[in-house]
């Protein structure tokens, strides 16, 4: 079951011709999500072959580099046609303000856009084996993270073993690693403990956006399979970092280091690092010891499981 992250957009507040404003997009076995809109992820999705059939929207906080490409995403959508709802999900007091932007000019969208608050700590999304989560993030207006975290998965089938217990070739296979019992022609029941692992983790995806490192961005990527944390400067910028609420190459590490995640994206690039963004992903390796990435538009990861590596 694939989990493919595309980087849409890894700049900071001001583009520049290699990186667009913050726009990350995710395909979970054909759910494709869409992690804030900012100007531009309209062209992205196009130029890096993401497709348009986004039905949920999660907007980390109302900073103009984070949304203002939302009311040309809707009117390109609108203009294909497209008739299923788009969920927009956005902190707590703030979707007044998202209604006027999707209608900022003068445009009523051709499908039914639906604006829903969540608080930190709240699931967002429940989708089909998987579930989106907001959680309270550090910025200089209300913001928050996302965190997207499959269900467990069945434990290993030992057929081996089902076959020596006599379990026939078949369906039975099916209903005893779904968890059932199966009763054999003898009379015999063997239940699915007797043939089935304990479960197995699901994947888990971390999305900060604009961010302070703190503890609780710890907690909940605590053994994540992949966090994506802004890490908008170079540790020499560090007193920039701290007045305008963002975080260092190197304070991303260290956050990741604690979580003990297996992967590090960096995103949220400030433009002076237009010419050579290196100091930032040096500073994160000197950190974090894991995989360490400092994507541009248009890379995509596939996020294997945990104990398979596909």
Request: aromatic share 6%; glycine share 12%; charged share 30%.
């Amino acid at each position: 079951m694939s989990l493919r992250v595309t980087f849409l957009g890894t700049g900071g507040a001001v583009p520049t011709v290699e990186r667009a404003p913050s726009a990350l997009f995710v395909n979970r076995e054909g759910d494709r999500l869409l992690f804030d809109c900012g100007e531009g992820t309209q062209r992205g999705i196009m130029r890096y072959g993401t497709g348009f059939g986004i039905d949920h929207l999660f907007v980390s906080h109302l900073h103009g580099d984070h949304v203002l490409g939302i009311p040309g995403l809707v009117q390109t959508l609108g203009f294909n046609d497209r008739e299923d709802p788009l969920t927009i999900h956005c902190p707590p007091g703030t979707r007044d303000d998202l209604h006027d932007l999707v209608h900022a000019v003068g445009h009523d969208p051709a499908f039914r856009i639906r604006i829903e608050e969540v608080a930190p700590g709240e699931v967002t999304f429940d989708g089909d084996g998987y579930t989106v989560s907001a959680f309270e993030t550090t910025h200089r207006t209300r913001s928050q993270g996302y965190v997207l975290e499959e269900d467990d998965r069945p434990g290993r089938f030992d057929r081996p073993k089902a076959e020596a217990l006599g379990v026939p070739v078949g369906p039975a296979f099916g209903r005893l690693h779904a968890g059932e019992s199966v009763e054999l022609d003898d009379g015999t029941v063997v239940e699915s403990d007797q043939v089935v692992g304990p479960p197995r983790p699901g994947r888990t995806l971390v999305y900060t956006a604009d961010t302070r490192p703190r503890e609780r961005t710890v907690e909940v990527a605590e053994g994540a399979d992949l966090l994506v944390h802004d890490a908008t400067f170079a540790d020499d910028m560090a007193d920039r970092a701290r007045d305008t609420a963002h975080s260092t190459g190197r304070e991303a590490g260290g956050v990741a280091a604690r979580a003990g995640v297996e992967r590090l994206a960096l995103v949220h690039v400030s433009s002076r690092y237009a010419g050579d963004a290196s100091p930032i992903l040096r500073d994160a390796r000197d950190a974090f010891d894991g995989e360490c990435l400092l994507p541009d538009d248009g890379d995509r990861i596939e996020v294997p499981y945990p104990d398979t590596g596909e």
